[in-house]
């Protein structure tokens, strides 16, 4: 599962979004690798981080962490969320700051690099518990 989620039309009317999500959805399978930063394996921030740096919006923010990606972002409530946002999570594991980071595309739904680069859904207990904010790029 992860793999089988289908982006509502009209989130892809949004351009900017369109292109994050085609790019993204090139490495849904791809594995899990701790500090990983390309196409052969990615971790959460890498995955976010190739993702904006090579969708064709001509962003290029370099190889961040969660909580760097912070730093890019215009923080949204979750009621103005949409989807081409950043969502952070924290208490993933033992750090300070955003911990995880996904790309929210509506729906309650994220595409991220678990394990491996799935759809997942944001409504679940443990993200609920963990969630920090959503970020829209500036």
Known sequence: SGFG????GEA???????????EAEK???????WGGYSPSGFDCSGFVSW???NCGNGWNIGR???????????????SEAKPGDLIFFQGTYNTS?????GIYVGNNMMIHCGKPV???SIASSYWQEHFMAFGRLH
């Open 27 to 33: 490495y849904l399978g791809v594995p899990y690798v």
């Open 51 to 53: 993702v904006i740096n």
């Open 97 to 101: 700051g955003a911990s995880h980071v």
């Open 118 to 120: 799935q759809y997942t």
């Open 5 to 8: 989620y289908t982006i509502p």
């Open 64 to 78: 961040c962490t969660a909580d760097e990606l912070r730093s890019h972002c215009s923080q949204v409530s979750p």
């Open 12 to 22: 892809l009317s949004d351009p900017q979004f369109a292109k994050m999500i085609r």
